[in-house]
T-cell receptor, first 114, second 112 residues
Framework: AQSVTQLGSHVSVSEGALVLLRCNYS??????LFWYVQYPNQGLQLLLK??????LVKGINGFEAEFKKSETSFHLTKPSAHMRDAAEYFC????????????FGAGTILRVKS | DSGVTQTPKHLITATGQRVTLRCSPR?????VYWYQQSLDQGLQFLIQ???????AKGNILERFSAQQFPDLHSELNLSSLELGDSALYFC???????????FGQGTRLTVV
């Protein structure tokens, strides 16, 4: 079975500061990993995905994530936070085999202070 | 706009009732997924269809059922509704079963 743990249900950063959202996964097969963002009253938008190509994945809006197999981690970072980054972020894992059902973490709410 | 359309956006109904949620996938996408987002359970995968056939099943209750029609739109039927079924229900679609999924805006169901 696959699972995802997101450390920190709430993260608060100042505008311009580094954003680091942590995600650890558990999977018995090579995982496909995703980060999604959810703005208030909206659906989920894909930020980036890892599918066994490059371990450093660049996504939209300046976000990137690094796959570290030894640490079973896929942390999301952004060098400089903007107010518009305030949202809830979900890490998800999929076995990518026979279906793309996603197992989501509990989510991290990012607050950006001015 | 992801291209996935869900209707209705909001639904309020009473306990014991039955509702149908509708999803139109992105043009060209063959696979449709349903997810439930609730405060206590988080985001949970319910069921996946691929080109009209059930492909994978998750934590879907027996009171819930889904289908994908020949035109590839999908419906999620929820019956004998309970207060605990109140949640945001998302539909997502992808080209195949192994490519990234694009999510609709969701249907917010409130059971009173």
């Amino acid at each position: 079975a696959q699972s995802v743990t997101q450390l920190g249900s709430h993260v608060s950063v100042s505008e311009g500061a580094l954003v680091l959202l942590r995600c650890n996964y558990s999977s018995s097969v090579p995982p496909y990993l995703f980060w999604y963002v959810q703005y208030p009253n909206q659906g989920l938008q894909l930020l980036l995905k890892y599918t066994s190509a490059a371990t450093l994945v660049k996504g939209i809006n300046g976000f990137e994530a690094e796959f570290k197999k030894s640490e079973t981690s896929f942390h999301l970072t952004k060098p400089s936070a903007h107010m518009r980054d305030a949202a809830e972020y979900f890490c998800a894992v999929s076995d990518g085999v026979g279906g793309n059902k996603l197992v989501f973490g509990a989510g991290t709410i990012l607050r950006v202070k001015s | 706009d992801s291209g996935v359309t869900q209707t209705p956006k909001h639904l309020i109904t009473a306990t014991g009732q039955r509702v149908t949620l509708r999803c139109s996938p992105r043009s060209g996408d063959l696979s449709v997924y349903w997810y439930q987002q609730s405060l206590d359970q988080g985001l949970q995968f319910l069921i996946q269809y691929y080109n009209g056939e059930e492909r994978a099943k998750g934590n879907i209750l027996e009171r819930f059922s889904a289908q994908q029609f020949p035109d590839l739109h999908s419906e999620l039927n929820l019956s004998s509704l309970e207060l605990g079924d109140s949640a945001l229900y998302f539909c997502a679609s992808s080209v195949t079963g192994n490519t990234e999924a694009f999510f609709g805006q969701g249907t917010r169901l409130t059971v009173v």
